[in-house]
């Protein structure tokens, strides 16, 4: 047996066709590989295994067609179990290779043990199939070039498991990537197969070759198996194709959901002006939503980062910013903080900030969070809280105390900072001050408060009681409660609310108005008894007048009862004026009396006509004494005045008086006129004419300053008092010219009684 | 006025009562009287026949009662006044006197003072009257003389004896002496030194050269 080699040689065209083969179904291996992915379950099973039938076939078939491009000078067949075997072979490494590259991770050690298995798996095909040959030569191979052909295969298989895992992709039909991954691919596979071949040599042996199940491969053959693997190869294909767009069309919808969804969400954070963001700590990689780009007030399109944040950040804020994301980034943690942005147009905003801090798969560290718009609620919310210092300020200069209490427990359910202060408590003290201030209260006035508030909850009615508030440093205040209930939906009383108002300087100035009345009421008295005694004279005429009249008429009754027929009729009728002219002596004296009286005002119904005539009686004696005629107009009817009836006669009398002093001196007519009326808005006139000197011109403002007189002996208080005692009653009084001579006074007076003070 | 001899008080007082005291004191003393309220009403009065007096408030509206003293006596009205005031003060009451009042008296006076005064009033005013009358029928006496009479009689009063008054008026004695004694007739003198009181009364000057 000549030990002499066959010289193979190879058909170059069918090695191409090989080649081919090995690009496509590379390029078909990688398709399906992102199929294998995308799918689930049991179709992910159909689909690994389908791939990897049509892939093992386009392996094999690459190796077919390599071996028939391989031409001996003897015939050669092929035994066709075996070739099946070494076809499942091919498929089986397709199942390890499309399983391993399939996976969503793929760790060094599953890349590694894939590519052995994978490569294993090849050569056992690659060698099963040398093993079919069916040729009278012995086949020998070269174990170097074997074993490097091994190393070969376990190596393409690494690097098409990882062009494969990187990338298929489900979405892009055809790539570039994924069409240089099938061309590397392509190329590598059939470098194993051509060094396997070249391990091996053959040897004619001219032994006759068991050619049972063995088959010749034509040039037909050639063809055939080549077509057929394009077909399976093309069908693996058109379906990983059809399903693609199966899976594109759910994935489209699924995104438009996802889109509308998205649109929702970003309507919500639009109308919630909350914008969302993640950032990851390690790249300064921000992502936002667009609100947040809303908020920021930043283009859609700028590149958010945390620098672009800081520019916002109000200046007052920036470093408390900055110190919170800073240690919230060195510690991992959550945040969760409000601050200020100062916008471009000088606006402020105020945001909440709340983050999650997450740390991914490759375990580094981002944060996903929330960044709210809170302007408006700041907004509302300074607006309450200055509407509360408003009204507590408004409580404060009013000394105005505002509260409410349950009536079931007694408890307070609101204290003002004001009703603490009236109290004498620190606002501090809380609700607790509520039972303290029983103590507080002047323990004579407990009781009466007690009943006040007994009686408001059964009647269901509003109360109002005084009472005064012992403060610890022993001094006193005088304190308003007012009161109204609350009824529930039953009509049961549940609260009270209501004010407590410190009176005490009202208080303190009723009585330094009582004093002053008092002061008013002296000085009055002063005032008429200097009058009086100026009058001295004319009063003891006016007196003498009846005591003269009576003496005289007490001597004729004598003269007639001593007579020797004594005339009873006559002296009868003198004895009755005596009566009469005493009576009449009795009551200039008691009104005298009365105006020299002590005593503060004291308040009447009285009739100013009558007031006018008794000192007109009064001044009659001084008016003759200075040939002055006095001149009543009294209109009839007149409404009563409330008032103190003392001080409006000393009114009168000093109008009159200074209307007989102005005329002592003047020629001609001397008149004084007095004059009553009605007059509008419920009040009577009383005026006091004269025909004296008149006014001083200039000093017609002057006369009822205190101390202003024309008079050589005057005190200067008089009309100053009258004014004073006139005001007290609600009226006025004023000075005008008299035509054509001398000077009028005019008072007027309220005729409707109020409750004045 | 109804008798001429009876004799009236006026009262003139703003003062109803006091007015009414004084008239019924009087007319228990059974003197008439007539009051007014004031001075104006008693101008328009009739005026006395009889004997009378004024009773007069000093302060009586419109006028005082010194003042209405003096318009009286302007009008030569004369009539004896008796003041009555309530404060009477000392000027007032020499100025009062002065002018011829009879008396100042202050309320309330006794009884006894007022209608003294009264009564004294009334005398001098009879007086007044009495005298009024005598001076009137010794004027209508003068009438009767004739000039030459009246001549003599100038002469005579002024103490000229009868050869001294016809050589002054270039008579005889013995004319002169007639002539005397027609007026010592005429005028129903008893004597000299009653024709020199006539004369006197009459105001008749006498002639001295």
Redesign the interface.
């Known amino acids: 047996m000549a030990a002499v080699n066959l010289i193979g040689s190879y058909n170059y065209a069918l090695v191409a066709l090989s080649v081919l083969i090995a690009m496509f179904a590379s390029y078909v291996a990688l398709d399906l590989a992102g199929r294998v992915t995308a799918a689930g379950g049991w179709t992910r099973v159909v689909w690994l295994l389908g791939g990897a039938g049509a892939m093992g076939t386009g392996i094999w078939s690459m190796h077919y067609i390599g071996m028939l491009a391989f031409i001996l000078p003897i015939p050669v067949a092929y035994h066709w179990p075996t070739v099946l075997l070494s076809l499942i072979a091919a498929i089986l490494a397709s199942v390890v290779a499309l399983g391993v590259v399939s996976r969503h991770k793929m760790g060094w050690f599953r890349a590694l043990g894939g590519s052995v298995l994978m490569g294993t798996g090849i050569a056992s095909m690659h060698y099963i199939g040398m093993a079919a040959m069916r040729l009278t030569a012995i086949c020998q191979f070269n174990s170097s070039l074997v074993v490097l052909s091994v190393v070969f295969a376990v190596l393409i298989s690494l690097a098409a498991l990882w062009i494969t895992f990187h990338f298929r992709d489900e979405k892009t039909g055809m790539g570039w990537e994924k069409l240089t991954g099938a061309v590397v691919m392509g190329a590598a596979i059939p470098i194993m197969h051509y060094t396997g071949m070249a391990a091996a040599s053959f040897t004619p042996s001219g032994m006759p070759t068991n050619l049972s199940h063995a088959i010749s491969i034509s040039t037909l053959g050639t063809g055939g198996i080549a077509a057929a693997t394009f077909i399976v190869l093309g069908l693996a294909l058109l379906t990983s194709q059809v399903d693609r767009r199966f899976a594109t069309q759910t994935l489209e919808l699924k995104e438009e959901k996802l889109l509308e969804t998205e649109a929702y969400l970003s309507e919500a954070q639009r109308l919630s002006h909350t914008g969302s963001f993640g950032w990851r700590v390690s790249t300064g990689n921000v992502l936002w939503s667009e609100e947040s780009f809303r908020i920021f007030q930043y283009d859609r399109t700028t590149k958010p980062t945390v620098e672009l944040i800081l520019q916002r950040v109000h200046p007052e804020d920036a470093a408390l910013v900055q110190q919170t994301i800073g240690r919230a980034a060195q510690d991992g943690k959550d945040f969760d903080f409000k601050h200020r942005l100062l916008m471009p147009d000088g606006s402020v905003k105020y945001v909440h900030v709340v983050a999650h801090a997450m740390n991914d798969v490759s375990g580094s560290l981002q944060f996903v969070g929330a960044v709210m718009d809170v302007t408006e609620a700041k907004r509302a919310e300074e607006a309450l809280r200055r509407s509360e210092s408003y009204l507590a300020e408004a409580q404060r200069l009013t000394h105005t105390g505002s509260w409410a209490w349950g009536v079931a427990g007694g408890n307070a359910l609101h204290l003002s900072e004001e009703w603490y202060r009236i109290y004498g408590f620190h606002p501090e003290e809380g609700l607790s001050a509520w039972e303290e201030r029983r103590q507080r209260m002047h323990p004579e006035d407990r009781a009466k408060w007690q009943g006040v508030i007994e009686r408001a909850i059964s009647e269901k009615s509003d109360y109002e009681v005084e009472h005064r508030i012992l403060l610890p440093d022993g001094t006193f205040k005088y304190a308003r409660t007012v009161g109204h209930p609350v009824l529930n939906a039953s009509g049961d009383v549940v609260q009270f609310v209501g004010t407590m108002v410190d009176v005490t300087e009202r208080k303190r100035a009723e009585e330094e108005r009582e004093r002053l009345r008092h002061a008013l009421a002296d000085l009055a008295r002063v005032n008429r008894v200097t009058m009086m005694g100026e009058l001295t004279a004319s009063l003891a005429h006016e007196v003498n007048q009846p005591i003269a009249a009576a003496v005289t008429s007490a001597n004729s009754c004598l003269h007639w009862l001593a007579s020797e027929v004594p005339n009873l009729d006559k002296a009868r009728a003198a004895a009755a004026r005596i009566v009469k002219d005493g009576t009449r002596a009795a009551e200039i004296i008691s009104r005298i009396r009365l105006l020299f009286q002590k005593g503060t005002q004291q308040l009447e119904l009285v009739d100013v006509n009558e007031v006018i005539e008794e000192m007109i009686v009064l001044l009659r004696g001084e008016a003759t004494r200075y040939s002055i005629s006095v001149q009543t107009e009294l209109t009839a009817d007149l409404p009563q005045v409330m008032g103190d009836r003392v001080q409006l006669q000393q009114v009168m009398m000093n109008l009159m008086t200074n209307s007989i002093d102005a005329m002592k001196s003047v020629e001609g007519t001397r008149e004084l006129a007095i004059k009553s009326q009605r007059a509008e808005n419920e009040q009577l006139l009383v005026s006091v004419s004269d025909t004296g000197v008149g006014l001083p011109p200039e000093q017609v403002d002057q006369i009822f300053n205190a101390f202003f007189t024309t008079k050589a002996h005057g005190t200067g208080m008089g009309l100053r008092i009258c004014r004073s005692i006139v005001e007290s009653h609600g009226g006025r009084l004023w000075a005008g010219d008299n035509s054509p001579r001398g000077a009028s006074f005019h008072v007027s007076l309220p005729t409707k009684v109020e409750a004045s003070e | 006025m109804t008798s001429a001899g009876a004799p009236t008080v006026f009262i003139i007082d ?2 109803a ?2 007015r ?3 008239g ?2 009087l ?3 059974g003197l008439r009287s007539e009051s007014f309220g004031a001075a104006e009403e008693f101008l328009r009065g009739e005026l006395p026949n009889g004997p009378s007096c004024l009773v007069l408030d000093v ?6 009662g010194l003042d209405f003293q003096k318009r009286l006596a302007d009008a030569g009205f004369q009539i004896p006044i008796i003041f ?1 005031t ?2 009477g003060d000392i000027p007032m009451t020499v100025k009062a006197m002065k002018s011829g009042a009879v008396e100042f008296l202050t ?5 006894r003072d ?1 209608l003294d005064a009264i009564r004294q009033a009334l005398e001098r005013d009879k007086a007044t009257r009495q005298g009024r009358a005598e001076i009137a029928e010794l004027r209508k006496r003068y009438e009767t003389l004739t000039g030459r009479e009246r001549e003599v009689m100038g002469l005579v009063v002024s103490g000229m004896l009868n050869k001294q008054i016809a050589g002054e008026l270039g008579n005889s004695e013995v004319t002169v002496k007639i002539q005397r004694g027609r007026v010592m007739k005429k005028m129903k003198a008893g004597s000299l030194a009653e024709l020199v009181k006539m004369a006197g009364h009459l105001g008749v000057p006498s002639s001295e050269k």
Do not use: M, Q, Y
Request: charged fraction near 30%.
């Open positions: 703003d003062d009562s006091v009414a005291s004084i019924d004191l007319e228990s003393c302060r009586l509206p419109g006028v005082n009555i309530g404060h309320k309330p006076f006794r009884d007022l």
